[in-house]
């Protein structure tokens, strides 16, 4: 059983930045793949970005390439999500995930173990 506890959510402008964290409490295994889901006010959960556990190979949606960046802390049983130039359109909830699937999914069906979200709204 993993437990995920995501922290770092606020409130910010536009064009700034925030670096949410998620940390596990459980065995987490070199298969598996973490990831950042966000729900946006009216939307459905949909997919930000996602790395694996040992290899760090990292994917992303294309509304956040080259503005987010999903990490890594093995020892710390963390993954971060740092989050640059947000707009407007980036506000939402974001969620920590964990799969057990070997395969990248961008399908939150996909994901095994969720924490509770951290709100991030961005307005000026």
């Known amino acids: 059983q993993v437990q995920l506890a995501e922290s770092g959510g606020e409130l910010v402008q536009p064009g700034g930045s925030l670096r949410l964290s998620c940390v596990a409490s459980?065995?987490?295994?070199?298969?598996?793949?973490m990831g950042w889901f966000r729900q946006g006010p009216g939307r459905g959960r949909e997919f930000v970005a996602a790395i694996n556990w040992r290899l760090g190979k990292t994917w992303y949606t294309d509304s956040v390439k080259g503005r987010f960046r999903i990490s890594r802390d093995n020892a710390e049983n963390a993954v971060y999500l740092q989050m640059n130039n947000l707009k407007l359109e980036d506000t939402a909830v974001y969620y920590c995930?964990?799969?057990?699937?070997?395969?990248?999914?961008?399908?939150?069906?996909?994901?095994?173990?969720w924490g509770q979200g951290t709100q991030v709204t961005v307005s000026s």
């Open positions: 995930a964990l799969s057990k699937s070997v395969y990248i999914n961008y399908h939150p069906e996909a994901y095994d173990y």
């Open positions: 459980g065995t987490i295994y070199s298969s598996d793949i």
